[in-house]
């Protein structure tokens, strides 16, 4: 009677349609490869404002308005706004419900939030509770650095593991109905723990969470890698993913093979912009997913995509404390019919 | 086709069952009113941890593996565990996932987490998603009002507005089908914003919020406050309850009565237990729901119970930068049949 699948996967009876996203950047990020995919890419981290919070909070309105300026839609159609991001008590998401005035839930799943955010709306919109859900995420890299670890002006020295925290924001309009790419399973993760303590190494703490979803993902749906013409961890960077690599084949079997890729390593060029173990943030799947993929799928470049958007759970305080980073990692199936 | 009714509420076509319940506290809250409602009382607000925040993880996975004890279920039959906490990146809920090892999606709400929690659920099993879902919300006056106001040794002194946040978790489980009180709507509230800029007097930042929901709540479902046996707010406190009083009849015409109470005063003796406002957190709400009124309904001496968790989105980040603290209220209705 459920539409779950397999142990942590759900199916739609009837696949959700992601019928517009945008996706909105900082200006480094708008110097990377991908940066031509972006709707907007700001040409300060300001963004005009006067704080960094309060430009996240101009990036992440910017990317939802644009996304239902595409759809011809506005906010008062919108049933469901879910939105989270990295800062404490998810003020960028909560100030942007306010703007937007769209009932709310807020989320948090650390960098795997677009895929929750997109794993909700689709349970949400084909339990038929909502004909429109808006599904946001956002990070910025002067808000997230200095709230995470160390002020920024203190110019600390990186580790090579160390990842460079995305800015930008991505939005996706869900609907039960209309053109574009369609949700054909989600995987909800589990929170999982390798011992990791390093705040400097998170791709350590997350590639094992990727792996495992990946894995359950492939066991739930009988769909393997080799089905995908694009499978994408969130932001795992390149430490992150040569473990997830490893960790696929010695714990499910299974070869990612040449269509595996990771958002933290495709937003910068890692030649050129030093960005070391590569990007990180809930806008690295975001703005990645909701700018380029998407428009991939539209061109039908892409026909079917897995998006593995990966957490850490990191906190300070814990950290502080001799507690571990655990990471968590959702899964979401995105096909273009 | 929607499940939605009127502008913000949701109405299950088949009103999911909360099967069980279970609810702990701190000694301070065991001692008030409801102390005996509670599934567990602890003697110490350590919980015989090494941190406030070890406490509250403890405190949290006990209501959880409690209300599932009770059901005669196990962690490997639930298929999604939702919850939030007040702590920055939700580390209650994170680690306690990492425990039940359930598959996990982090909601953040502020203090009106218990109810998001219960709406989602309701909508994850009455879109056929799950089977068994399990919603919790935790808050620990020692993790909270070090990480929101003052550290706790330096003793500042208390506002006559300031609330206690109260210590202790509350869980639910839901299933499509059972015994016990069914979630009949809800209603998902829209983020409010009047203006307040005071940390010491949330009541205020969250009373426009829960007033607001609850008129578009008796709009939408055409059920008047009168329906109501019982219709709780989460954590506004005396001078918040107060205001919401005042806000329902100037801004939707109704009378809440003398049917309406307010969480964080049902908890405290708060004549003799010198806790100013009252109590707030995300377990003011979710302990007395799920310890005393889940209790009521089951005798049948409530039937009809309207819960309204309210959340200040508060942060010291933008507060601290003069912004204001934003307010969100939602609402779920709660029947035995």
């Avoid at 909105?24 to 704080?51: N, W």
């Avoid at 084909?126 to 110019?155: I, K, M, W």
């Avoid at 011992?195 to 969470?209: H, S, V, Y």
């Amino acid at each position: 009677m459920t539409k779950k699948v397999g142990k942590q996967t759900f199916k739609p009876s009837s696949p959700p349609v992601i019928i517009s996203t945008a996706a909105v950047s900082g200006p480094f990020e708008g110097q990377g490869p991908l940066g031509k995919y972006m709707d907007h890419v700001y040409t300060d981290v300001t963004a005009g404002e006067r704080s960094f919070e309060g430009a996240e909070k101009e990036m992440m309105t910017n990317a939802c308005f644009t996304c239902l300026n595409k759809a011809g839609k506005s906010p008062p159609e919108v049933d469901i706004f879910l939105s989270g991001d990295l800062l404490n008590q998810t003020i960028t998401s909560g100030f942007s419900a306010l703007e937007l005035a769209i009932p709310y839930l807020g989320i948090y799943g650390a960098c795997s939030t677009s895929a929750e955010g997109l794993a909700l709306a689709a349970m949400l919109v084909d339990g038929g509770f909502a004909g429109l859900v808006l599904a946001a995420a956002s990070s910025h890299n002067s808000t997230a650095e200095r709230q995470y670890r160390y002020p920024t002006e203190y110019g600390v020295q990186r580790k090579p593991t160390a990842q460079w925290t995305v800015t930008g924001s991505g939005a996706a309009l869900v609907a039960p109905a209309g053109q574009g790419p369609v949700i054909t399973y989600v995987t909800v993760g589990k929170v999982t723990d390798l011992g990791i303590k390093d705040p400097l190494n998170l791709g350590a703490a997350m590639a094992p969470a990727a792996a495992l979803t990946m894995i359950q993902h492939f066991a739930d749906t009988g769909h393997g890698p080799e089905y995908y013409d694009l499978i994408v961890t969130g932001d795992l960077g390149k430490f992150g993913h040569e473990m997830a690599v490893k960790l696929a084949v010695s714990r499910g079997g299974f070869d990612l093979g040449k269509n595996y890729r990771d958002c933290g390593l495709m937003i910068y060029d890692t030649e050129k912009q030093d960005v070391h173990s590569g990007g990180s943030g809930c806008a690295a799947s975001a703005i990645v997913t909701y700018g380029y993929i998407y428009k991939k799928l539209l061109k039908k470049e892409f026909n079917k995509v897995l998006l593995v958007a990966t957490g850490a759970l990191h906190s300070p305080t814990s950290s502080q404390q001799g507690g571990n980073i655990p990471g968590i990692a959702h899964a979401v199936s995105i096909e273009m019919t």
